[in-house]
């Protein structure tokens, strides 16, 4: 064990080998943070001795262990939030920041954030103006309502409603859509925080609109729809058609909320998608809110879409609340953008998330061979390569049980387990995700941009080739 000690180098040589192999890297770190970092790398070197993980002399010199050394300085330097590889074929992909933006809200959110904008100034006076101007032009004739309003995210929509029009009285939902959506946003408590009684109806497969008749009293505020989202009720079940609850809302003066989840302002069914109701359909068939997620299958920025009547609108514009679930200019500036795609009629060319939806089977297997040439070329015998046939999916809560049908790159190594690959790529630069099927690391195509094709072969192979240890 003492030899092990030994071998490991001094601060100084470190320092000096550093600086040969990334002169770059050692020039823009101050000089005591750098020789903090290494003198962890050896500390946790040292434990691994203690702990008789490490027994070979010559795996723990200097010149063995500088490019593990570099590796970790460099990813302790990178910022928290980096560029991931999106190779899991989940479109709206939540722990990958859901949405790719369109070109255009890139720019806006460049021109947005490098000078001063016009957010709350009133283009003819020049006075002070109002922030909810700016997207709600383009929410009122997308969706055909109104008016309408943007908040820092769904979750923030629904609870700008309940707080405005239902707190200390009773909302009605029926049984089946008590939802939770991942992260912890459930229905339930969020009705709950709003100061707003819930009054279930139905059952958990069935409600009819007698249920919701009778459970209306002199307490209840709103009825509430929501999306059932990531999940659905099949076989013997049945919910009251929107036209219907609509009736019965405006017959008892109560107002009617639809939380949307996954908003889509076009009909997605000509790609092979379910049918699911547009915005815009909510809003005809008599909704008196309708609620939707910016970044899910919209495409933008995370947001929360509110659209719907004039004066439910300019209530919740005027709630104190509506000061703490404001979007900045950065999204407004995004959002704006992503909308302004849609009214172009351009959305399915010009937005990702899409694109990616609706681009067809063949292209994808297309990609799927250029991809799987690239990767054998750069890994050359170190692992198998086949295409399969797969599925992927949208992501987000949206279209849970719809699997698009797509073709998988499937990378089966020779030497390690799938899953020691899986996660090598993970701890690459920039990570690599992908999923696990049949013992094979398999990347979707349908995720992928064609301008990452070479840097995944280049990783596929570092992964494989070195020893990673
Ligand atoms: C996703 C979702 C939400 C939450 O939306 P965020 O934009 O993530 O806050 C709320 N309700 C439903 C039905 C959803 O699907």
Known sequence: MKNLYRSIPSVDVCLAALEAADPGLTHSLPRG???????????DLREDIRNERRRDTAALGLDAQLPAMLK???????????PVLNAAGVVVHTNLGRSVLADSARWALDVAASGYCSLEMDGETGGRGSRHDVAEDLIRRLSGAEAGVVVNNNAAAVLLALDTFCKGGEVIVSRGELVEIGGSFRIPEILEKSGVRLREVGATNRTHLRDYQAAITENTRALLRVHTSNYRIVGFQSAVPLPQ???????????????LGSGCLVDLSPYGLPPEPTVASIIAAGADLVMFSGDKALGGPQAGIIAGRKALINEMKANPLMRALRCDKLCLAALEATLRVYLLNDAMKH?????????????????????????????????????RRGESRVGGGAFPECELPTTLVCVEPARISANVLKMRLLACEPPLVGRLEENAFCLDPRTIFSRDHSLIARLMAEALVTSGE
């Not at 970790?72 to 980096?82: T, V």
């Not at 019965?248 to 639809?258: I, N, Q, V, W, Y």
């Open 351 to 387: 937005i990702p998330t899409l694109r990616m939806i609706a681009v067809s089977p063949k292209e994808l297997a297309r990609k799927a061979r250029s991809l799987a040439a690239r990767i054998r070329k750069a890994t050359q015998g170190h692992c198998g390569v086949t295409l």
């Open 72 to 82: 970790k300085i460099r990813r302790a330097l990178r910022s928290g939030l980096h």
């Open 33 to 43: 943070l750098l020789r903090d970092m290494v003198t962890a790398f050896w500390d």
């Open 245 to 259: 609850l609509a009736e019965l809302a405006r017959k008892r003066g109560l107002p009617l909320f639809e939380d």
